[in-house]
C-alpha cells in the first residue's frame, strides 16, 4: 500500500467485501471486491483516500454487495473484451445489443453509427481500467483508475447501453443549440484561437514525444498517415525528425497501425483517444490543430425514427 492512511481506510472496508463475497456467492477472492468498492469511494468523494467514515454504513453494504453481485455475473464477460488480441464473439455481441438499444430511438441507419461510437468509447474505458484478473494486483499498488473506469456497480448491460442512450442524448441537444445558434447568428472564428494554432504546432510535438509510450507511438503513426497532405507531413517530420524516424513507412489504415505495434484497432482507436483528450485539454490551440491533422469521424445530422 502507499500509506499507511491508505491501509486504514482499506482496512475499514475488507469485511464489508467478506461478507457481501459471501452473501452473493461471488466467484471471486474479496481482495477483487475490496478494488471496486475502493474505486466507488474514490469516486464518490474525488480524492484517492476518502474519509469512509463519512459514507453511510448501510450505503457501503449495499454497494459492497451490488458489486460482488455484478462482478460474479459480468466479471468473465469484461474479460473476453479485454483479453488480448481480443474476442471478436464477445465485441460483436456487444455491438448487437448496443445497435438494438439505438434502434429503438433512432431508426436502423442512425444506430450504426451510434452503436459503432459507442463501441468505440466502451472500448476506450475497458482497454485503460482495470479488469477481474488484475484488481488484486492494482490493489496492492494503491487502487487508482480512470474517472470513467466501469466498476461493476451496475449490470454491465444496463451501463453500456448508457452509453449509447447518452450518446444519442448529447447529439440532440447539441443539434438543439446549433439550430438554436443559426437562427439567432452566424458562428464567428476564433482569429487569435487560429493564429495561436499556427505557432503552437513544435509544443504539440513536444507534448507528444512526453506521452505514454503506447499513446505516444498510435499519435506518431496516425500522424504519419497517406491520407495526410504531403506538405503538411513534411512540416512533421521538420520539426520533429526524432518521433518520425521511428515510424518507418506510411500507414494506410487503422489495421496498418495495429499492425506495426502489435495491437489490435480497437486498443488503438482507444489509445488515441485517450492522448487526443489529454492534449485538447492543455491547450485549445492544441484541439484546433489536432481536429485539423487528426480529424474525427463527420456526424451527419440525426434523424429520428418516426414511431407512426
Known amino acids: 500500500m502507499s500509506s499507511t492512511s491508505a491501509n ?52 457501503l453494504r449495499d454497494t459492497a454487495e451490488r458489486i460482488a453481485r455484478h462482478l460474479d455475473h459480468d466479471g468473465a464477460r469484461v474479460e473476453r473484451l479485454v483479453a488480448h488480441p481480443g474476442d471478436a464473439e464477445a465485441w460483436t455481441e456487444l455491438r448487437r445489443e448496443l445497435f438494438a438499444s439505438a434502434r429503438s430511438r433512432v431508426g436502423p441507419v442512425a444506430a450504426d453509427e451510434f452503436a459503432e461510437e459507442a463501441l468505440q468509447k466502451i472500448a476506450e474505458v475497458l482497454l485503460t481500467g482495470t479488469p477481474p484478473s488484475q484488481a488484486a494486483a492494482q490493489l496492492e499498488a494503491g487502487p487508482d483508475g480512470p474517472g470513467n473506469e466501469y466498476i461493476f456497480d451496475s ?10 442512450i447518452n450518446l444519442i442524448r448529447d447529439r440532440w ?33 513536444q507534448a507528444i ?17 497517406r491520407r495526410l497532405d504531403p506538405a503538411v507531413r513534411k512540416r512533421l517530420h521538420k520539426l520533429a525528425p526524432d518521433l518520425f524516424s521511428e515510424a518507418g513507412a506510411l500507414v494506410s489504415s487503422e489495421s496498418d497501425i495495429a499492425e506495426r505495434l502489435g495491437s489490435t484497432t480497437r486498443r488503438v482507436t482507444a489509445n488515441r483517444s485517450v492522448a487526443r483528450r489529454k492534449l485538447a485539454k492543455r491547450d485549445p490551440a492544441w484541439a484546433l490543430l489536432l481536429d485539423i491533422l487528426l480529424p474525427h469521424r463527420s456526424t451527419r445530422p440525426l434523424h429520428v425514427e418516426s414511431e407512426g
Open 155 to 164: 449490470p454491465f448491460s444496463n451501463w453500456s447501453r448508457t452509453v449509447v
Open 173 to 205: 441537444r447539441e443539434e438543439a443549440r446549433r439550430s438554436k445558434t443559426e437562427e439567432s447568428k452566424t458562428p464567428r472564428v476564433d482569429r487569435e484561437l487560429v493564429e495561436r494554432a499556427r505557432t503552437a504546432l513544435p509544443h504539440l510535438l
Open 8 to 59: 486504514f481506510w482499506l482496512d475499514r472496508l475488507r469485511p464489508l467485501c467478506e461478507v457481501a463475497r459471501r452473501a452473493s456467492r461471488c466467484r471471486y477472492e474479496a481482495t477483487v471486491v475490496l478494488f471496486y468498492l475502493a474505486r466507488w469511494c474514490q469516486k464518490k468523494a474525488r480524492t484517492l483516500e476518502p474519509r469512509v467514515g463519512s459514507i453511510d454504513r448501510l450505503t
Open 209 to 225: 514525444r512526453e506521452l505514454p509510450p503506447k499513446q505516444r507511438s498510435v499519435m506518431v503513426l496516425s500522424l504519419n498517415r
